[in-house]
């Protein structure tokens, strides 16, 4: 389906300093888990437990950042394109049969739905601390991508929900 016509998107890109802290963290943790090793004062299995989870939620924000940076959305007269490192999904304009636009913490989560498979994206959202925006997530473009994907496929409003919004055919 990739075509000349074909606009690609990309979604906002978060600061990689949260992943540097948590390696940062894990790797101490494994000093104090190493030097515990070597004395003969035994680390706690709180402390054994603690070290374990830091190392998980260190892999889990590289593994969530790096499915970031290999996500793109693309939009054509055939239909759409979207692939996160993970997942390819391509749908023709006729083979989506529904649209989910919901509000989320950051942005709202759209969740666009074909015969037999589904993909997920957020619209844009920021990240604020005290007023300040701290970082941008999600597709600066989303609402737009949105407007076009409804658009194409001959999407109609079949629900809404409070802020929830179903397009249908």
Do not use: C
Not at 36 to 50: C, I, N, S
């Amino acid at each position: 389906m990739e075509s000349s016509d074909e606009k690609i998107f990309t979604p906002e890109l978060a600061p990689r300093s949260g992943e540097r802290n948590a390696w940062i963290l894990a790797f101490l943790m494994f000093v104090l888990w190493f030097v515990f090793r070597l004395t003969p004062w035994e680390l706690p299995f709180t402390g054994e437990l603690l070290a374990i989870l830091t190392l998980g939620a260190a892999l889990l924000i590289s593994f969530g950042n790096w499915v970031e940076r290999k996500t793109l959305l693309a939009l054509s007269s055939g239909g759409v394109r979207f692939e996160n490192g993970v997942r390819k999904v391509k749908l023709g304009w006729e083979e989506i049969e529904e649209v989910r636009v919901r509000p989320a913490v950051w942005g709202k989560r759209v969740q666009v739905r074909g015969k037999g498979t589904r993909f997920d994206f957020h619209t844009l959202g920021e990240v604020k601390y005290r007023g300040t925006v701290q970082a941008k997530t999600g597709f600066a473009q989303g609402d737009e991508i949105v407007r076009q994907i409804v658009l194409q496929s001959g999407l109609r409003i079949a629900e809404q929900l409070g802020e929830e919004v179903i397009y249908s055919r």
